[in-house]
């Protein structure tokens, strides 16, 4: 079974990709000036990364023990 039919696998693909999209933007902030198409979908989720910061972490941080006591 993939990650996108199971609920919290899914949550964590998301919160992955939204933790990535931002490690981007912060590194090469160039890639991410576009709001349209492809990237502006990578653009709104590090927008949702850097504005939701602490509580990214915090799922991330759910996920990884969720992760480990499986």
């Known amino acids: 079974m993939t990650a996108l039919f199971d609920e919290q696998s899914l ?3 998301a919160v992955l990709f939204i933790c990535t999209c931002t490690y981007i933007k912060m590194r090469a902030p160039t890639l991410l000036n576009t709001r349209e198409g492809f990237r502006g ?3 709104k989720a590090a ?3 850097e504005r939701l910061s602490p509580w ?3 799922v991330c941080f ?3 023990i969720g992760v480990l006591l499986r």
């Open 41 to 43: 979908i990578l653009w």
């Open 62 to 64: 759910a996920a990884g």
């Open 47 to 49: 927008r949702i990364g």
């Open 56 to 58: 990214v972490g915090l």
């Open 11 to 13: 949550a964590i693909v």
